[in-house]
């Protein structure tokens, strides 16, 4: 034991007189492959450094301590192979697996990049992990953050703790608390919300869910929302919008500006203008109804289609015909 902690004194103390100088190393190699320590700019084989900087290129298996001053340190360095850092390994292009005690920092991996803190990639292919968090601008593959993870582009599988968001978001994407994107394409599930200008898939919301235009299936626990809707949609009290396409139940209500399709609530549906299949307790076309409607109560301002319930009201008959029990009929 004492000459396994003397052998482990000296490989630190040589490591890091080996690195103090910008291309100071020492080690056993021919032709650059072989073991080097210090900063060596070019191994193939395995390297040991204090602090990383300036190096080239590294296949094998790069190990470094600390993690360099500087905005870009390594603006050429490419890793090949399996990168440990006990901070932050810093490097340009990473091709195999990065694995960092704090974080990861790279402008682009292919491979897998596991983090204790966080990681921020520029652009990355493969699986990457971030204790807390991840973030980049172009990601594909596998991406997992204890809290979150963000990047201008995700396409495959993302997973937040909390959260997850970007800007253009392809594939699986599950949100501990919400998921959000200007564009989200493929499935999203979010403990409370997904939200997102543009939404096509399908996506559940514990709480709700709301965009501008939404394409697709889907479940909010609350309610949905959004200006254009198209597709198949559940709000445990309501969904709602401007232009409604589609088939829409909401235990509550259902509303808008303008309805096609088929709208099932359990108290109302109160809509401009309606067209196709309806049925509610109450059904209310505040301009007009374009097909067949099932009602307690029936109302449109003008009526071109059927109306069935208790009552029906059509606007645009003459005199007593206006307001009928059990059917109004106008075509």
Do not use: C
Request: hydrophobic letters at 45%.
């Amino acid at each position: 034991m004492r000459q396994a902690g003397t052998v482990i004194r000296v490989l630190l103390i040589w490591v890091l007189a080996a690195g103090t100088s910008a291309a100071g190393s020492v080690g056993l190699t021919y032709n650059n492959y072989g073991i080097r320590v210090g900063n060596a700019p070019i191994v193939h084989g395995l390297r040991i450094n204090a602090v990383d900087r300036d190096v080239e290129q590294v296949d094998g298996i790069n190990l470094t301590f600390w993690a360099p001053r500087g905005k870009h340190p390594n603006p050429r360095f490419r890793m090949n192979g399996l990168a440990v850092g006990l901070t932050v390994p810093v490097m340009h292009h990473l091709s195999g697996m990065g694995v960092g005690v704090l974080g990861i920092g790279a402008d682009k991996v292919s491979g897998i990049a596991v983090a204790g803190l966080g990681a921020g990639i520029d652009e990355m292919t493969g699986i990457g992990i971030g204790g807390l968090g991840l973030g980049g601008d172009n990601l594909t593959g596998l991406f997992v953050g204890g809290l979150g993870a963000g990047a201008d582009k995700i396409t495959g599988v993302g997973v937040g703790g909390l959260g997850i968001g970007g800007d253009h978001l392809e594939g699986l994407f599950i949100g501990g608390l919400g998921a959000g994107a200007d564009e989200m394409i493929g499935v999203g599930i979010g403990g409370l919300g997904i939200g997102g200008d543009h939404l096509q898939g399908m996506f559940i919301g514990g709480l709700g869910i709301g965009g501008d235009h939404l394409q697709g299936m889907f479940i909010g626990g609350l309610g949905i929302g959004g200006d254009h809707l198209e597709g198949m949609f559940v709000g445990g009290l309501g969904a709602g919008g401007d232009d409604l396409t589609g088939l829409f139940i909401g235990g509550l209500g259902v509303g808008g500006d303008r309805l096609s399709g088929v709208g099932i609530s359990a108290f109302t549906i109160r809509v401009n203008e309606l067209r196709g299949i309806h049925i509610a307790p109450w059904v209310h076309a505040k301009d007009e109804s374009n097909g067949f409607s099932v009602a307690l109560f029936n109302y449109s301002r003008e009526l071109h289609g059927l109306q069935l319930g208790i009552l029906n009201w059509a606007g645009n008959q003459e005199g007593i015909l206006r307001l009928l029990p059990l059917v109004n009929y106008h075509r």
